[in-house]
């Protein structure tokens, strides 16, 4: 706010060059947004096309894809059955995890690292292609197969190692006085558990809970191998019915049940970044 | 009543490191015990096996009569405020005060009450609802002893509870726990490396030194009259001046650095002509002189220390020997100047093999 400072460049040339470069680089980060927006952007119009192609574009407005999908038994019940799928999985990794990672954290343990990164290393085997046959055996074998609970133990058994790894972590910089503290003053091993680590430790209980959720939403593969009647399916595998006998893809209703598909996994990431907050350490949110 | 009476203590942690070794020790009911030492002598390990955070490996340790070597921390009824203060991050001032109550079973009403009350009591009462993280050091540190004393404990156990202060908070908390103590009566324990911390605030101080107790007793006792030449060092802001010397024949006096100094009352009759011993004195026991005195250590100034009403002079002894004195601020000498310095003869000492000649039984710890 000095009067000394001028208004505008002495130089008349000057802001029609700035101008044109500014307008330049605009253009240039638009047009690369819009690459990678397309798909997004698809998913936006698609549903809402009377004819969706492959190509994003101005939808011939109707709401007539989401009636025919309401109209699919197994659409609506697919996403029921991705939401038992993930929230029993998510609550079984939440709950395992915090124990296991709070024991591995406070207890040493001669091995322990190595354990766990033997564990880590496994579990991306666990419920790989690889183990897609041993896994098919066992569950026929303890009567888990075309059961939600088969589904639920087997990807909580895949999850678990990393699930361990990041909170064992958090628990890692929670300083011990805190238990400590709680301890001198009476408190038991569990209520210490209740009422210190897990409030301490919450913003990684809820990233490995949406990471979970997440996870076992986009599953494809384990619900494939083990739920066997149609109306079991979540939404991953109905997903890969939407095609016709020719193997054309049903644009419609692909696009239409995609969209249903994410939107409650972006609500959730929305819903828990703003009540807990990720952040990668400790402290607690105000 | 609550004294605390360690009997034979030990402490060796599962590694093989012996951090306490067969320690015996009374704290006296409502008292104010200070444990200094130097940083990895065990005073945490101690204070932490009194909490029962930690398990003793031999030993006992009884609380107002009563055997807890093998109850667990919440049964001994004691408090306890760690060096970070281990403030609950996810509760308020409030309910992190009222958490042991509601540990205790104490009903809701009763226990925000108490809370309400603690707070004010320590000036918190309008930070309440505010987190830890929300407080500076100095409030985090009154809400810790908040939350210590809402439960009225038998005993307070600190860990370094003015570490994490700077210097002139540090002075003014020093000042309030010590007022707060005395107002509860209630025997605390708090352990510290800093001497002039331990010296202000404790009725009794047990110098620590590698698992063992080199001495206890009072700040002045333990000042005036270090029992080893390491007390002698570690306390003190300035550290009393150690010199070689040996017993002249009489046994009369103290050869140092070739100037004889008389023996001191209380070590005569110990000591022998020839004997090899350290002359202790402390630099605000030593008289500045310009002019040529007998009984007394010369040599030239060689630093000079302002230590702000007085100065710190070091004075270089023939034989190279460096001795500290405390000169009032009137006679500052110039540095290169000759002088003399005058010990007082009741407060020289004199070890022998790092132990006080002609100390009491009651100033050196079994
Ligand atoms: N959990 C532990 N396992 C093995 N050794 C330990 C353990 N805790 C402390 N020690 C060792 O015991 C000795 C005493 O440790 P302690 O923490 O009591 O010292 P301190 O006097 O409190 O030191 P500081 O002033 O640095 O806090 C040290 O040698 C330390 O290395
Ligand atoms: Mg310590």
Redesign the pocket.
Same mark, same amino acid.
């Given at each position: 706010m000095s009067a000394a400072t001028p208004r505008r460049p002495a130089d008349g040339r000057d802001p029609v060059r700035a101008l044109l470069r500014g307008v330049g680089a605009y253009l240039l980060v638009a047009l690369v947004l819009a690459f990678f927006a397309l798909p997004m952007l698809w998913l936006a119009s698609a549903p809402f096309d009377r004819r969706p192609g492959i190509t994003a574009s101005l939808p011939d407005f109707t709401l007539a894809n989401f009636a025919r999908l309401w109209d699919n038994p197994n659409a609506v019940n697919s996403l029921a059955s991705s939401l038992v799928l993930a929230v029993g999985s998510a609550v079984l990794v939440v709950a395992l995890s915090a124990l296991a990672a709070y024991a591995l954290s406070r207890v040493h343990i001669r091995g322990r690292d190595g354990l766990l990164y033997a564990l880590l290393l496994l579990s991306s085997i666990v419920t790989g292609t690889a183990a897609m046959v041993p896994i098919f055996l066992l569950a026929a074998e303890l009567d888990l197969v075309d059961s939600y609970l088969g589904v639920i133990l087997v990807l909580t058994g895949g999850l678990l190692p990393a699930a361990i790894f990041i909170l064992k972590d958090f628990m890692d910089t929670t300083p011990r006085s805190y238990e400590e503290s709680a301890r001198v003053f009476g408190a038991s091993p569990l209520r210490v558990l209740r009422d210190v680590v897990v409030p301490v430790v919450r913003p990684g209980l809820a990233t490995v809970g949406v990471w979970t959720v997440a996870q076992v939403w986009g599953n494809f593969l384990i619900p494939f191998l083990l739920l066997r009647s149609p109306d079991k399916s979540p939404a991953a595998v109905v997903m890969y019915t939407f095609y016709t006998e020719g193997g054309q893809p049903d644009l419609a209703l692909i696009s239409t049940f995609s969209l249903l598909y994410s939107l409650p996994v972006v609500l959730m990431f929305l819903f828990v970044s703003r009540r807990y907050g990720f952040r990668l350490h400790g402290g607690i949110k105000a | 009543m609550a004294d605390i009476t360690l009997n034979r203590l030990a402490k060796v942690?599962?590694?093989g *490191?012996r951090?306490l070794s067969d320690l015996d020790l009374t704290v006296r009911d409502g008292e104010f015990f200070a444990l200094l %030492?130097? +940083? %990895?002598? %065990?005073? +945490?390990?101690?204070l932490?096996t009194l909490a029962g955070l930690e398990e003793a490996t031999g030993g006992s340790v009884h609380i107002a009569g009563q055997d807890v070597t093998a109850l667990p921390p919440g049964d001994r009824d004691i408090a306890m405020v760690f060096q970070d203060y281990a403030l609950f991050p996810h509760m308020t001032v409030h309910e992190n005060i009222a958490y042991p109550l509601k540990i205790k079973k104490v009903g809701k009403g009763e226990r925000a009450a108490k809370a309400r009350e603690t707070a004010e009591e320590l000036g918190l009462g309008h930070l309440g609802e505010r987190r830890p993280g929300q407080l500076s050091g100095g409030q985090q540190q009154r809400a810790a002893l908040a939350r210590a004393m809402a439960c009225h404990p038998r005993v307070f156990l600190f860990?370094?509870p003015l570490s994490n202060l700077d210097a002139r908070m540090r002075l003014e908390a020093r000042t309030f726990l010590k007022k707060l103590q005395r107002e509860l009566g209630v025997t605390t324990v708090f *352990?510290t490396?800093d001497q002039a911390e331990a010296l202000a605030m404790a009725d009794r101080v047990a110098v620590?030194e590698s %698992?063992a107790l080199r001495q206890v007793g009072t700040p002045t006792e333990v000042f005036r009259r270090p029992a080893s030449t390491f007390v002698a060092s570690f306390i003190g802001s300035t550290p009393m001046n150690l010199l070689d010397g040996e017993l002249v024949a009489g046994g009369g006096a103290v050869r140092v650095s070739g100037r004889e100094l008389p023996v001191p009352d209380g070590a005569r009759a110990h000591l022998k002509e020839g004997d090899e011993v350290v002359y202790g004195v402390r630099p605000e026991y030593l008289r500045w002189s310009e002019r040529a005195v007998d009984a007394a250590l010369s040599g030239t100034v060689s630093v000079v220390e302002n230590l702000g009403s007085a100065h710190l002079v070091t004075l270089e002894c023939d034989g190279g020997l460096g001795v500290q004195v405390v000169v009032p601020e009137e006679h500052e000498p110039a540095v290169g100047a000759r002088g003399w310095a005058v010990p007082r003869e009741d407060r020289a000492l004199l070890y022998r093999d790092g132990e006080l000649v002609g100390a009491t039984p009651a100033e050196v710890p079994a």
């Amino acid at each position: 706010m000095s009067a000394a400072t001028p208004r505008r460049p002495a130089d008349g040339r000057d802001p029609v060059r700035a101008l044109l470069r500014g307008v330049g680089a605009y253009l240039l980060v638009a047009l690369v947004l819009a690459f990678f927006a397309l798909p997004m952007l698809w998913l936006a119009s698609a549903p809402f096309d009377r004819r969706p192609g492959i190509t994003a574009s101005l939808p011939d407005f109707t709401l007539a894809n989401f009636a025919r999908l309401w109209d699919n038994p197994n659409a609506v019940n697919s996403l029921a059955s991705s939401l038992v799928l993930a929230v029993g999985s998510a609550v079984l990794v939440v709950a395992l995890s915090a124990l296991a990672a709070y024991a591995l954290s406070r207890v040493h343990i001669r091995g322990r690292d190595g354990l766990l990164y033997a564990l880590l290393l496994l579990s991306s085997i666990v419920t790989g292609t690889a183990a897609m046959v041993p896994i098919f055996l066992l569950a026929a074998e303890l009567d888990l197969v075309d059961s939600y609970l088969g589904v639920i133990l087997v990807l909580t058994g895949g999850l678990l190692p990393a699930a361990i790894f990041i909170l064992k972590d958090f628990m890692d910089t929670t300083p011990r006085s805190y238990e400590e503290s709680a301890r001198v003053f009476g408190a038991s091993p569990l209520r210490v558990l209740r009422d210190v680590v897990v409030p301490v430790v919450r913003p990684g209980l809820a990233t490995v809970g949406v990471w979970t959720v997440a996870q076992v939403w986009g599953n494809f593969l384990i619900p494939f191998l083990l739920l066997r009647s149609p109306d079991k399916s979540p939404a991953a595998v109905v997903m890969y019915t939407f095609y016709t006998e020719g193997g054309q893809p049903d644009l419609a209703l692909i696009s239409t049940f995609s969209l249903l598909y994410s939107l409650p996994v972006v609500l959730m990431f929305l819903f828990v970044s703003r009540r807990y907050g990720f952040r990668l350490h400790g402290g607690i949110k105000a | 009543m609550a004294d605390i009476t360690l009997n034979r203590l030990a402490k060796v942690y599962p590694g093989g *490191v012996r951090a306490l070794s067969d320690l015996d020790l009374t704290v006296r009911d409502g008292e104010f015990f200070a444990l200094l %030492g130097p +940083s %990895g002598c %065990g005073k +945490s390990t101690l204070l932490r096996t009194l909490a029962g955070l930690e398990e003793a490996t031999g030993g006992s340790v009884h609380i107002a009569g009563q055997d807890v070597t093998a109850l667990p921390p919440g049964d001994r009824d004691i408090a306890m405020v760690f060096q970070d203060y281990a403030l609950f991050p996810h509760m308020t001032v409030h309910e992190n005060i009222a958490y042991p109550l509601k540990i205790k079973k104490v009903g809701k009403g009763e226990r925000a009450a108490k809370a309400r009350e603690t707070a004010e009591e320590l000036g918190l009462g309008h930070l309440g609802e505010r987190r830890p993280g929300q407080l500076s050091g100095g409030q985090q540190q009154r809400a810790a002893l908040a939350r210590a004393m809402a439960c009225h404990p038998r005993v307070f156990l600190f860990d370094e509870p003015l570490s994490n202060l700077d210097a002139r908070m540090r002075l003014e908390a020093r000042t309030f726990l010590k007022k707060l103590q005395r107002e509860l009566g209630v025997t605390t324990v708090f *352990v510290t490396h800093d001497q002039a911390e331990a010296l202000a605030m404790a009725d009794r101080v047990a110098v620590m030194e590698s %698992g063992a107790l080199r001495q206890v007793g009072t700040p002045t006792e333990v000042f005036r009259r270090p029992a080893s030449t390491f007390v002698a060092s570690f306390i003190g802001s300035t550290p009393m001046n150690l010199l070689d010397g040996e017993l002249v024949a009489g046994g009369g006096a103290v050869r140092v650095s070739g100037r004889e100094l008389p023996v001191p009352d209380g070590a005569r009759a110990h000591l022998k002509e020839g004997d090899e011993v350290v002359y202790g004195v402390r630099p605000e026991y030593l008289r500045w002189s310009e002019r040529a005195v007998d009984a007394a250590l010369s040599g030239t100034v060689s630093v000079v220390e302002n230590l702000g009403s007085a100065h710190l002079v070091t004075l270089e002894c023939d034989g190279g020997l460096g001795v500290q004195v405390v000169v009032p601020e009137e006679h500052e000498p110039a540095v290169g100047a000759r002088g003399w310095a005058v010990p007082r003869e009741d407060r020289a000492l004199l070890y022998r093999d790092g132990e006080l000649v002609g100390a009491t039984p009651a100033e050196v710890p079994a």
